[in-house]
């Protein structure tokens, strides 16, 4: 017999695999969108922004909901919001049309389930917090590799209109199965004391909460820049077409970088309950920047283009994982949701920075080295920051909380 707990996993992350496509297959359709609107990577970068700024900048919205609605509602809504965006996308004929449908409404309902899920297994697990916030997270980072074939086929058979059409479709009625299950975890004697910590108006005034905000936004800009842009990369480094084993190399990296992005995610939140969030941030932020200059060094190579590739998200997706539990362990369970809430608003400021001005560097400069430079020096800056900066601020944290009543600034 399965733990109840443990149903709430595999019922949070089916959500999030669910909902996981508009980010993560977002680059098998710019060819077909530049080509049917007419515009160039910057202007349709756009969408994918504004993607990413909508799943965050209501996330603190979301976060204050989720403490007044029962989870599986709040979770459903969000699913359908997200299934219905695809399904109004494919009807789109302008820019403005594709950034209201894909970009805002997708927006809202990918981050009311990313926030909502990774919220309520925190509270299942209130032990093993990095874990349970890997594991979220990694439903959502690896949930694409199960469509990325079937979407990269389909696009060739039935146009960009129609596939989104059918997947939006199916992100419903998966998403909307798998959220049935979801609830609540009852009060239980061993938690019970557990409820203390920081309100998010507490929070925000913290130094070390905007430490952490520019640290997650900084590894959210090189992670984004290659997750929207890897069709352009793939394509300027002529390996789109080649293929590896005998299939395409821009969907088999895509599909590696699923696994990758989700094994990352639990792994290095294990790792951080072991020997502590900063260390493994250090660790993990360091391999992304070797990752990323090796990947730009050799990526006219088709197997080292798909491998690396991996390594990149191996290096990055685990923010998602290290900073939700990071902020649990300073500030308390009391407003976790809105403080991850308001903290998650720092992927949206990476999201700018990774898509649209990304773009805009390698259209002016005409070349992908002034992109990867900057993506390799905020990785190493981030890895020196988590030493060098937020450990001893955490710590000096600490010393004065455990001095005062939780709750006051």
């Given at each position: 017999m399965i733990e109840p707990r443990w149903r709430q996993m595999i019922a949070g992350l089916?959500?999030?695999a669910a909902i996981s496509s508009p980010q993560y297959v977002w680059t098998l359709f710019?060819?077909?969108l530049r080509a049917d609107f007419g515009v160039g990577a910057a202007a349709l970068q756009v969408?994918?922004?504004?993607?990413?700024?909508?799943?965050?900048?209501?996330?603190p919205i979301q976060g204050w909901i989720a403490r007044h609605v029962p989870p599986r509602n709040l979770i459903m809504a969000g699913i359908v919001l997200t299934g219905l965006s695809w399904v109004a996308a494919a009807q789109a004929h302008s820019l403005a049309m594709l950034y209201l449908t894909y970009g805002v409404v997708g927006g809202i309902g990918t981050g009311t389930v990313y926030v909502g899920v990774v919220s309520l297994l925190m509270q299942w697990f209130p032990e093993r917090r990095g874990m349970a916030a890997g594991a979220a997270a990694a439903g959502y980072g690896m949930g694409a590799m199960l469509t990325t074939f079937p979407i990269s086929h389909m696009l060739a058979g039935s146009g960009w209109r129609g596939t989104m059409t059918a997947f939006g479709a199916l992100i419903a009625v998966v998403g909307i199965l798998a959220a049935w299950f979801l609830r609540a975890?009852?009060?239980?004697?061993?938690?019970?004391g557990?409820?203390?910590?920081?309100?998010?108006?507490?929070v925000v005034k913290t130094p070390v909460f905007w430490v952490m905000f520019f640290m997650m936004a900084t590894m959210a800009t090189s992670g984004l820049m290659v997750t929207s842009q890897l069709a352009q990369i793939a394509g300027d480094f002529k390996v789109a077409h080649l293929t590896v084993a005998g299939l395409a190399a821009l969907p088999l990296a895509m599909t590696l970088d699923r696994i990758a992005n989700g094994v990352t995610r639990p792994l290095f939140g294990w790792i951080s309950d072991l020997v502590g969030r900063e260390r493994t941030m250090a660790l993990a932020f360091t391999l992304e920047a070797v990752a990323l200059g090796c990947?730009?060094?050799?990526?006219?190579?088709?197997?080292?283009?798909?491998?690396?590739?991996?390594v990149v998200f191996l290096g990055w997706g685990e923010i998602f994982s290290l900073f939700p539990a990071t902020l649990t362990d300073i500030f308390g369970p009391r407003d976790a949701s809105r403080n991850y809430g308001v903290l998650y608003i720092a992927q949206g400021v990476g999201a700018v920075f990774g898509g649209p001005l990304a773009a805009w560097l390698h259209?002016?400069?005409?070349?992908?080295?002034?992109?990867?430079a900057c993506a390799i020096g905020g990785d190493l800056l981030t890895a020196l920051l988590a030493?060098?900066?937020?450990?001893?601020?955490?710590?000096?944290f600490a010393r004065r909380r455990d001095g005062q009543a939780p709750g006051t600034p």
């Open positions: 089916a959500c999030m710019t060819p077909a969408a994918f922004s504004l993607l990413i700024i909508l799943q965050t900048l209501f996330s975890p009852d009060a239980r004697p061993d938690t019970a557990d409820a203390g910590g920081y309100s998010t108006a507490v990947w730009l060094a050799l990526a006219h190579h088709p197997v080292a283009f798909v491998l690396l590739s991996g259209q002016a400069s005409g070349a992908w080295f002034p992109v990867f030493i060098a900066v937020l450990r001893p601020m955490r710590c000096r």
